[in-house]
């Protein structure tokens, strides 16, 4: 079986499942959000009964991030609706906006965009708070009411996203059907060279099969280029399985999985067993290739989807009104590392948006020195406008007083997931995706800009 | 429920996305709450670019289409997994989606919440059919009939009681799955 078939496998109480079939799997966790977190609850109740009480609380993770900062009073609402649930289900992780457990979540306008906004417990973005405070662990199955659920993948766990009303039915029941994919996968060989990331992988590949070439499937990693990633890496090209239609993208656990979820469960006191799954010696695929690590480019998903790759050489031409880093997938403190290394010292030439994933991420670029400068410090002084509110911001739009949001036809490169049109405001702009560190190569020139030239 | 709808056809092509199907300012709305639910039928695919798309999907002011089936190309529904994309539709009074293929999420959204039928076409119809063209849609045969030709499509197979009873958890009560509430 394949890393995905035992996952299902297991958490069916079966000994072996196949492609196609349809099992009842034990959820071992259920995240939801400020977005459809509201409807959930709503169906939940609709459904259990007003009094019904959630499966098990333990296993209830709520993260408010996607519209928080904004005077949009029913996103402000949508807030209030998370916290009374919690409150009243008693649930031990939701990481509130604010810290009064009674009280009412408004944005203060007047205090702006980019000072912070939150109270003690809030973290940000749901996908990289889940490993941050110790709710991925390996061999487990995850559902989030978020599409890039499935960047806990990188966990070695079956992790994938669903709609309000199957998330309502874990709510009630802790269980859910779904069909056993087939699975594809991508072994990967050799190391990244100068200049290329993480995100040119998983671009470079969806553009090989496609933004549907992964439909309904598992996008399965494996081999010594695998190893040599860091977690970060890993989750960077996990969270993007969605981005080729994939039901979910899968890692082998190893060492630094092992090391991560350890410290990661012992921080915050988390469940602190698992049983990952091994890679089998007999395993089926529908799709087995080797990509050379060491044969990519700084690459690029250009308008209007995520499969539309081109190499960041060839774009040079394109001229930008904005660079944005940010997002799940590209917020990470890794990411913003990478993006100062080229822009340290410089000035960025068109408007760079920074919002980082998390609080933490906020707390490390502030306390990692560089020369006696903080990275946080090296972002502002190259005029990168840096929010202390983690969040999603603008990586989806949002409402329009979103910080970032593009809120007319512009061009914009950006270190996100998702370039559909509309995804970043204005339905008639144009997104393209890259690395960090080519967002931070074209913000610094004005066009889309291969980053080798900055670095040594 | 009715076993064949007659109605003006809407048509889109590849690759729509959710933030297309229903933009992310929108997403405010809760679709459990009743007139939250309606008020999203009005902005059902209102993202779509207007210079591919002049004519709207849903009239200004108006929380209903008059196209009640969408034709569509290949992973319709495609990115987030929000569920307020399908419900969005079966709101503005969609019944049926024909296309050459769905995103998975957007698939299964349909099944669980019962909103609308999701068909997949044997030809692809978006190259075929304009915006306004009169459709019979058969549910019992599986079958579309557009100025007097008719195609064939796909049948629902094992999702099509869900929807038919009008989503998942109707469904699972009635098949004792779960008990009633
Ligand atoms: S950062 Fe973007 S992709 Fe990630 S969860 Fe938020 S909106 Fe979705």
Redesign the pocket.
């Known amino acids: 079986m394949t890393l995905t078939e035992k996952v299902l496998a297991r958490a069916s109480g079966k000994s072996h499942v196949q492609p196609g079939d349809n099992v009842w799997v034990n959820v071992d966790t259920l995240m939801t959000h400020d977005v459809c977190g509201p409807g959930t609850i709503g169906v939940f109740k609709r459904e259990f009964g007003k009094t019904a009480k959630v499966w098990d609380r333990n296993r209830v993770v709520i993260i408010p991030?996607?519209y928080i900062f904004t005077a949009d009073s029913m996103s402000n609402r949508n807030v209030d609706i998370l916290r009374e649930f919690a409150k009243e289900q008693d649930l031990p992780y939701f990481y509130d906006v604010i810290d009064d457990p009674s009280g009412n979540w408004k944005f203060d306008v007047e205090k702006g965009q980019l000072k912070k906004q939150y109270g003690s417990r809030y973290t940000g973005?749901?996908?990289t708070t889940l490993p941050w405070k110790g709710h991925t662990r390996p061999g487990e199955i995850l559902f989030g009411t978020?599409?890039?659920t499935c960047m806990a993948g990188a966990f070695n766990q079956f992790a994938t996203g669903i709609g309000n009303t199957d998330a309502g039915f874990i709510l009630g029941t802790g269980k859910l059907l779904i069909k056993v994919p087939e699975s594809m996968r991508f072994f990967l060989e050799g190391q990244l060279p100068v200049g290329v990331m993480a995100k040119d992988v998983i671009l470079h590949v969806i553009g090989e099969i496609g933004f549907d070439g992964a439909t309904y499937r598992a996008m399965q990693w494996e081999g010594p280029g695998v190893n040599s990633m860091s977690m970060d890496d890993r989750m960077t090209i996990a969270n993007m399985a969605i981005e080729a239609g994939g039901k979910n993208g899968i890692f082998p656990c190893d060492d630094k999985t092992i090391s991560y979820v350890r410290e990661r469960v012992t921080e915050n006191g988390t469940k602190n067993t698992f049983d990952p799954v091994e890679i089998d010696s007999k395993q089926s695929f529908v799709y087995d290739k080797v990509f050379d690590l060491s044969k990519l480019e700084p690459t690029v998903a250009c308008h209007p989807d995520p499969g539309n790759r081109k190499s960041a050489k060839e774009l040079e031409k394109v001229t930008l009104d904005r660079a944005y880093i940010?997002?799940?997938?590209g917020?990470k403190t890794s990411d913003f590392l990478a993006f100062a290394e080229v822009v340290k010292g410089k000035t960025v030439k068109i408007d760079t948006f920074g919002v980082p994933?998390t609080t933490r991420v906020v707390q490390d670029l502030k306390e990692t020195v560089w020369n006696g400068q903080s990275v946080w410090q090296i972002l502002e002084s190259a005029g990168v406008r840096l929010t202390e509110n983690a969040s999603?911001a603008a990586?989806?739009g949002g409402p329009v007083d979103t910080f970032g949001r593009l809120n007319t036809p512009m061009k914009c490169i950006s270190a996100?997931?998702?370039n559909f049109p509309g995804r970043m405001g204005n339905k008639e702009s144009q997104v393209f995706l890259a690395s960090p560190y080519t967002v931070a190569a074209s913000a610094l020139t004005g066009h889309i800009t291969d980053p080798r030239e900055f670095l040594s | 429920m009715a076993h064949t709808v007659t109605s003006p056809v809407y048509v889109v092509h590849d690759n729509i996305d959710t933030d297309q199907i229903i933009p992310a300012q929108y997403l405010t709305l809760v679709p459990t709450i009743a007139e939250e639910y309606e008020k999203l039928g009005s902005y059902a695919l209102i993202g779509l670019p207007d210079d591919a798309y002049p004519q709207r999907f849903v009239p200004e002011n108006s929380t209903k289409t008059p196209y009640k089936i969408v034709i569509a190309g290949r992973n319709f529904g495609c990115g987030?997994s929000r569920e307020h994309a399908p419900i969005a539709m079966g709101a503005a009074g969609v019944e049926a989606v024909v296309a050459d293929s769905f995103a998975r999420i957007y698939f299964r959204n349909c099944v669980a919440t019962g909103e609308l039928y999701p068909y997949d076409s044997n030809e692809r119809l978006c190259d075929i059919l304009k915006t306004g063209d009169i459709a019979t849609l058969d549910f019992d045969h599986d079958t579309l009939t557009v100025n007097g030709k008719t195609y064939s499509l796909k049948p629902l197979g094992e999702v099509r009681p869900v929807i038919d009873a009008g989503g998942i958890f109707n469904f699972a009560r009635e098949s004792g799955m779960i008990s009633k509430a």
């Open positions: 991030d996607h973005v749901c996908h978020d599409s890039h940010g997002s799940c997938t917020g994933a999603c990586c989806l996100t997931n998702r | 987030s």
